[in-house]
């Protein structure tokens, strides 16, 4: 099966400074990748879409200025949180799929656990 | 906003036993996927089920979909302590949004 890598798997910072994180597509190239916020025990709360040369497509309530994504190339997509607070702290998690599979079957990175003192 | 519900939120067996968990969703779908988390990990894919199926079986997964009743089941046979996991109904609407239930939270007990 297609392989998505994320990176860091967790990552601790201090309130104000941003934080990257990086969602790679190993064995295939994706058009579109996803970025989800879950909080313990809860669902998946699709943030944006990446799409690949464009500008992402951020959900209702997700402030773009906040959580900025790029998506430079067809294996890499980034998350990046600018001026983080405590609030921010959840675990990230992006996903990805050949272009011609993508409706029928996401692959998931392993998620980032973002804390913020 | 999610607008799949799941049922039980959470669920405890004994090794051997079924586990069954239901799903429900509010408009038109094109698929219904199941998906299943270990903890602090991503997701991975179980199984698809399109709008015009009504049951399809991948090894000791069983899932059904009633379009009627709006709603899901994945049953697991047999179940295995390695089988603990929240497991995650995820809906494909018109207009390509996937959208993901609470999830239940499975513990098999060995």
């Known amino acids: 099966g297609a392989v998505v890598s994320q990176h860091p798997s967790r990552v601790i910072c201090k309130s104000g400074t941003s934080v990257k994180i990086e969602c790679r597509s190993l064995d295939f190239q994706a058009t579109t990748m996803f970025w989800y916020r879950q909080f313990p025990k809860q669902s998946l709360m699709l943030m944006a879409t990446s799409n690949e040369g464009s500008k992402a497509t951020y959900e209702q309530g997700v402030e773009k200025d906040k959580f900025l994504i790029n998506h430079a190339s067809l294996t890499l997509s980034t998350l990046t949180v600018t001026s983080a607070h405590p609030e921010d702290s959840s675990f990230y998690i992006c996903?990805?799929?050949?272009?011609?599979?993508?409706?029928?079957?996401?692959?998931f990175g392993s998620g980032t656990q973002l804390s913020v003192l | 906003s999610q607008q799949g519900e799941e049922d039980p939120q959470a669920l405890s067996i004994q090794e051997g036993e079924n586990a069954t968990m239901n799903c429900s969703y509010k408009?038109?779908?094109?698929?219904l996927q199941w998906y299943r988390q270990n903890s602090g990990r991503g997701l991975v894919h179980l199984i698809l089920?399109?709008?015009?199926?009504r049951e399809k079986h991948s090894g000791r997964l069983r899932v059904t979909l009633d379009t009627s009743k709006k709603s899901s089941s994945l049953l697991i046979t047999a179940s295995r302590a390695a089988d603990t996991a929240s497991y995650f109904c995820?809906?494909?609407?018109?207009?390509?949004?996937?959208?993901f239930g609470e999830g239940t939270q499975l513990t098999v007990n060995p």
């Open positions: 089920i399109r709008s015009n199926e």
């Open positions: 995820a809906a494909l609407r018109s207009g390509s949004r996937l959208t």
């Open positions: 408009t038109s779908i094109n698929n």
């Open positions: 996903s990805a799929s050949p272009w011609t599979s993508w409706r029928e079957k996401l692959f």
